[in-house]
């Protein structure tokens, strides 16, 4: 899978918001989400767990070491957004940089697809 835009996006355009159901840290420690690799945190105890009717297509973004987004979060809107770091082509994967703790979490290796 991947994300692939289908016209040219500007650096500091949005991609896209990662959408899916907003958690508390309770409710994201318990068994039914803790093991989804699509549990996103974004500030002190508030997690969206992008799986499920809410998600939407930023789910599908890979990973990589050198990402063409970066993750833009709202604490005061418990939001997540995808902004280009710089001038995507149409066609060219989207990728984001999951952070070493997400691979400790879901304890796989890193995989890289760039």
Same mark, same amino acid.
């Given at each position: 899978?991947? &994300?692939?835009? %289908?016209? $040219? !996006?500007? %650096?500091? $355009?949005?991609?896209?918001?990662?959408?899916?159901?907003?958690?508390?840290?309770?409710?994201?420690? +318990?068994? =039914?989400?803790?093991?989804? =690799?699509?549990? &996103? *945190?974004?500030?002190?105890?508030? *997690?969206?767990? @992008?799986?499920?009717? =809410? +998600?939407?297509?930023?789910?599908?973004?890979?990973?990589?070491?050198?990402?063409?987004?970066? &993750? !833009?979060?709202?604490?005061? *809107? =418990?939001?997540?957004?995808?902004?280009?770091?710089?001038?995507?082509?149409?066609?060219?994967? &989207?990728?984001? $940089?999951? @952070? $070493?703790?997400? *691979?400790?979490? !879901?304890?796989? +290796?890193?995989?890289?697809?760039?």
């Amino acid at each position: 899978m991947g &994300l692939f835009p %289908k016209e $040219d !996006v500007q %650096k500091g $355009d949005t991609v896209g918001f990662y959408t899916g159901r907003v958690l508390d840290d309770k409710s994201a420690n +318990s068994s =039914k989400y803790c093991e989804s =690799k699509y549990l &996103l *945190w974004i500030c002190k105890d508030h *997690w969206i767990y @992008g799986e499920g009717k =809410k +998600s939407n297509y930023t789910r599908y973004i890979n990973h990589s070491t050198k990402p063409n987004i970066k &993750l !833009v979060v709202s604490t005061r *809107w =418990k939001t997540a957004r995808f902004e280009a770091l710089r001038k995507i082509r149409a066609g060219e994967e &989207l990728f984001f $940089d999951y @952070g $070493d703790e997400y *691979w400790i979490n !879901v304890d796989i +290796s890193p995989v890289e697809r760039n």
